[in-house]
């Protein structure tokens, strides 16, 4: 096997795509914006194209235009005669060549652009042999999901696409399953990609998807309004300054709402292969959230609370859809029937 990145770089989270889930032919994301924007666009365009060159509308800033226009004779420069360029040689059309395609004219060396675009299509085809292995990365300040694409036949291991992150990820579950608020139909089978990172929110990306900056779906409220500092100056007894503690649920702009979602980082994800509408994320701050992902909004429908530190494993059992397997920092393990 390659080295999928290089020493200065952090791997810490490794998975597989099930195998035919992905694309042959992967969506290029600036193309799904154009087409979600054309209409949109397309009555600003409108609306410019008949203000005019001013953008005034019919009868505003002409003047000026038309002072340019008698000046050098612009409104008859369609009409003027071509100069006579018989004796020019290299301008006869005795002696000038003419080519189908310019595949035939050797002076051409740049190809052309469909061409350009069928080659890179058919470098980002997913073959139906190909194997799909991500990984979460981190190098420096940059964090990003990476794709590559596993070639059995020949053993080469190569880079498809990467997906750039908000956060340092710390988790990442393959989805099967579309979530109900996402465009498509519900239930159908999807290449989507949960991810859990330092923030309490979880990202659902989609992998067959290429060039996107945002996930198709988010688990977990947005954050609350900032915390007002304490009344008081923030002193305790004999005028001592009180120290504040610093929870970890705390951001900037405020802190997470507990009743919509987790109020810390995400530690480990699991998505039940049994009952595809339900996934399982663990944090820390001490809970086990089970998410519906078939249900508008996609709600917690049960929140855990067993553990007395952080929850760092989570597994759903291989047979039995309702049993859930727990590990955390208290140094236990749980199984529950949710």
């Known amino acids: 096997g390659g080295q999928l990145a290089p020493r200065e770089s952090m791997i810490s989270s490794v998975g597989w795509v099930r195998g035919g ?7 290029d994301g600036d193309d799904v914006r154009d087409v979600m924007d054309a209409d949109g666009d397309e009555d600003a365009l409108d609306a410019r194209d008949d203000a005019g060159p001013s953008g005034l509308g019919d009868g505003g800033g002409d003047s000026a235009d038309e002072e340019v226009v008698k000046e050098f004779g612009l409104a008859d420069y369609d009409d003027e005669e071509p100069e006579d360029v018989g004796s020019l040689p290299m301008f006869s059309r005795k002696v000038m060549m003419y080519h189908k395609s310019n595949d035939e004219d050797p002076y051409i060396t740049l190809r052309d652009k469909d061409e350009e675009e069928e080659e890179e299509e058919e470098d ?31 053993h080469n291991l190569y880079p ?13 579950e393959w989805l099967g399953q579309r979530p109900v608020s996402t465009s498509g139909a519900s239930g159908g089978g999807a290449n989507l990609l949960a991810v859990g990172t330092f923030e309490p929110q979880i990202e659902i990306w989609d992998l067959d998807v290429l060039n996107t900056f945002s996930p198709v779906a988010m688990l977990g409220g947005e954050y609350t309004e900032p915390i007002a500092p304490d009344a008081g100056g923030g002193k305790g007894k004999k005028g001592k300054k009180k120290k ?10 405020g802190a997470p709402d ?14 039940n292969r049994l009952q595809p509408n339900a996934l399982a994320s663990a944090s820390a701050d001490r809970t086990v959230r089970v998410w519906d992902l078939g249900a508008p909004g996609l709600p917690t429908v ?16 291989p047979s039995e859809a309702s049993v859930l397997l727990t590990g955390s920092f208290d140094h236990t393990a749980a199984v529950l029937d949710v």
């Open 21 to 27: 889930a992905a694309r042959a032919s992967p969506v």
């Open 124 to 154: 980002l085809a997913i073959k139906p042999t190909d194997k799909l292995l991500l990984a979460a990365r981190s190098e420096e300040e940059v964090c990003n999901i990476q794709v590559h694409v596993y070639e059995e036949d020949s």
């Open 160 to 172: 498809h696409h990467d997906i750039l992150l908000p956060s340092f990820p710390l988790a990442m």
């Open 244 to 253: 504040k503690k610093n929870t970890s649920a705390e951001r900037e702009g």
């Open 258 to 271: 507990p009743a919509k979602g987790h109020t810390d980082a995400v530690m480990a994800l699991a998505w």
């Open 302 to 317: 049960q929140t855990l609370s067993h553990h007395g530190d952080k929850v760092q494993a989570v597994r759903w059992h």
